[in-house]
């Protein structure tokens, strides 16, 4: 069964960064897409970025371009988000998920998802 364990979340004050991990387990992980989400309180989960399985395609929301990047090392079974520029609006619990066909698409169209990890951006 694959297992995804997210962690690197923390207070940051604004302007700065963090890289948040994606741990993946029980699986061929070369074989999966991988994607972050995160979900803001009061508000819709949204998607961040998201990964092909050899790395060569990256896809981001607006709201990440230019100051997020997302990367995996196949070799570690591990999948990273670089935050960096990070706004008050960024706090939020950030998720990642991974499945074998979908690259890019809705929370519920990836079969695994992690329990999540909190970033709170102070202002």
């Known amino acids: 069964q694959v297992q995804l364990a997210e962690s690197g979340g923390g207070l940051v004050q604004a302007g700065g960064s963090l890289r948040l991990s994606c741990a993946f387990s029980g699986g061929n992980f070369r074989s999966y897409a991988m994607a972050w989400f995160r979900q803001a309180p009061g508000k819709e989960r949204e998607f961040v970025a998201a990964i092909s399985w050899s790395g060569g395609s990256t896809y981001y929301a607006d709201s990440a371009k230019g100051r997020f990047t997302i990367s995996r090392d196949n070799a570690k079974n591990t999948m990273y988000l670089q935050m960096n520029s990070l706004k008050p609006e960024d706090t939020a619990i950030y998720y990642c998920?991974?499945?074998?066909?979908?690259?890019?698409?809705?929370?519920?169209?990836?079969?695994?998802r992690g329990q999540g990890t909190q970033v709170t951006v102070s202002s």
């Open positions: 998920v991974a499945d074998e066909t979908t690259k890019v698409g809705a929370w519920t169209e990836y079969a695994y």
